[in-house]
């Protein structure tokens, strides 16, 4: 199942303006303007100016708050986003209710101790993303993320990505038994999207800290209806001796 592309010459616009520059301009833009998010809850908060705002929106980090600012659009960010941010491109720096800066370790206290699958969501999301796939919420679909080539204003997502931990007792518990992948299968066929499984594992080195994550294991694997269709002979060939 490949792209799809929405209308005429979008994935040229595409091509012409590959996500790696997008979000390579969107983190010097960032460092430069010493852009500062507010921990609320389980999201980041992050005021920014047109620039990054154009930014933010054309990598497809956040969602936009609506608020009577006129000078400054709000973002909401996700644990994973202001963390892959943070963490990952040491783009942005996070403060807690205090105003006072979080230290890495600080932010990923907070969030595992909101989150308990937040390793192994992060880890997901930061192998997505450092391969130029668009990340989002995939919720509407019963699934982690969405993946999409470019923004979605230009493609359709091409993969429903499912987050599998190791060992039978991982908390998400997804496609732990086949009516799980069945019905899981079924959805992403009906909504013409591969289902990406990310299994995740941690090969022993827990999550104490956010250095532990670089030493996590990712296997992708996607997982598709067989059609029986599809490996036929085509018997009046055969017949015909072609």
């Known amino acids: ?142 699934v982690e993320y969405v993946a999409y080539r470019h923004h979605p204003s230009l493609v359709h997502s091409e993969y429903a990505v499912v987050i599998s931990t190791e060992g039978d007792s991982g908390e998400n518990g997804r496609l732990r038994v086949w009516s799980d992948v069945h019905c899981t299968v079924r959805l992403c066929g009906s909504v013409a999207k591969a289902l990406l499984v990310l299994n995740i594992s941690k090969c022993g080195h827990g999550d104490a800290s956010p250095s532990c994550v670089t030493l996590y294991s990712v296997e992708e694997r996607v997982v598709a209806r067989w059609s029986p269709k599809d490996c036929r002979e085509d018997h009046s060939n055969a017949v015909n001796g072609d």
């Open 1 to 142: 199942m490949g792209p799809r592309w929405k209308g005429k010459g979008a994935e040229v616009r595409a091509q012409a303006d590959p996500m790696s520059e997008i979000i390579s301009r969107l983190k010097s833009s960032l460092i430069e303007s010493n852009a500062h998010g507010l921990l609320s809850g389980c999201s980041v908060l992050i005021a920014v100016e047109a620039v990054q705002s154009d930014l933010l929106n054309r990598a497809c980090f956040g969602r936009p708050v609506v608020t009577a600012e006129k000078d400054r659009q709000w973002f909401q960010l996700s644990m994973e986003e202001a963390f892959y941010l943070c963490y990952t491109l040491k783009c942005l720096r996070i403060h807690g209710g205090d105003n006072c800066q979080k230290t890495d370790e600080e932010l990923w206290e907070y969030m595992t101790d909101k989150k308990s699958t937040f390793p192994e969501f992060f880890k997901a999301y930061a192998h997505l993303r450092a391969k130029n796939w668009v990340v989002r919420s995939g919720s509407q679909y019963g």
